[in-house]
T-cell receptor, first 114, second 114 residues
Framework: AQSVTQPDIHITVSEGASLELRCNYSYGATPYLFWYVQSPGQGLQLLLKYFSGDTLVQGIKGFEAEFKRSQSSFNLRKPSVHWSDAAEYFCAVGARTNAGKSTFGDGTTLTVKP | NAGVTQTPKFRVLKTGQSMTLLCAQDMNHEYMYWYRQDPGMGLRLIHYSVGEGTTAKGEVPDGYNVSRLKKQNFLLGLESAAPSQTSVYFC?????????????FGPGTRLTVT
């Protein structure tokens, strides 16, 4: 069975500081990995995804994530956080062979200090 | 394109009442999903559908029923609402052959059962 762990429930960073959100997954084969962002009162929006190839993937809004198979991790990073990045972030693992179903982590809430 | 839309946005029910949540997508996606989101628990899959006329149970299906009579619509029904079903409900769709499990989410329905 696939699973996702986001170890940090809540992270606070200052505006302009760098950010790293952690994600660890469990899956038997090569996973499809995703990061989604949810602004208050909104649905989830895809930030980036990894299927294969280059292990460093670029996404929207200046985010990137690195797939590390040896660590079963897919951490999200941003070099300089903006106040508008305050939101909840979800890591997810999926598999095409599983009816397209994704398993989501519990989320990390990001607060940005001015 | 409107993407994924959900009706209604908010609803308050009394215990024992019934209701149907409507999800519609205009992207011609094959797969559709219903999730519930509760604080600190991420998204949990209720039911899903891999095509018109087909439905399947997800992680937390008890107390819910679904129907997919038309490809673009996915209905979630609560026959006898319970306070434990107070949650935010999200619908999503995907088209794995072309988008490899990326899911597109609606804005959510906030349901309160008193």
């Amino acid at each position: 069975a696939q699973s996702v762990t986001q170890p940090d429930i809540h992270i606070t960073v200052s505006e302009g500081a760098s950010l790293e959100l952690r994600c660890n997954y469990s899956y038997g084969a090569t996973p499809y990995l995703f990061w989604y962002v949810q602004s208050p009162g909104q649905g989830l929006q895809l930030l980036l995804k990894y299927f294969s190839g280059d292990t460093l993937v670029q996404g929207i809004k200046g985010f990137e994530a690195e797939f590390k198979r040896s660590q079963s991790s897919f951490n999200l990073r941003k070099p300089s956080v903006h106040w508008s990045d305050a939101a909840e972030y979800f890591c997810a693992v999926g598999a095409r062979t599983n009816a397209g179903k994704s398993t989501f982590g519990d989320g990390t809430t990001l607060t940005v200090k001015p | 394109n409107a993407g994924v839309t959900q009706t209604p946005k908010f609803r308050v029910l009394k215990t024992g009442q019934s209701m149907t949540l409507l999800c519609a997508q205009d992207m011609n996606h094959e797969y559709m999903y219903w999730y519930r989101q509760d604080p600190g628990m991420g998204l949990r899959l209720i039911h899903y559908s891999v095509g018109e006329g087909t439905t399947a149970k997800g992680e937390v299906p008890d107390g819910y029923n679904v129907s997919r009579l038309k490809k673009q619509n996915f209905l979630l029904g609560l026959e006898s609402a319970a306070p434990s079903q107070t949650s935010v409900y999200f619908c999503a769709s995907s088209d794995p052959p072309s988008a490899a499990d990326e899911q597109y989410f609606g804005p959510g329905t906030r349901l309160t059962v008193t």
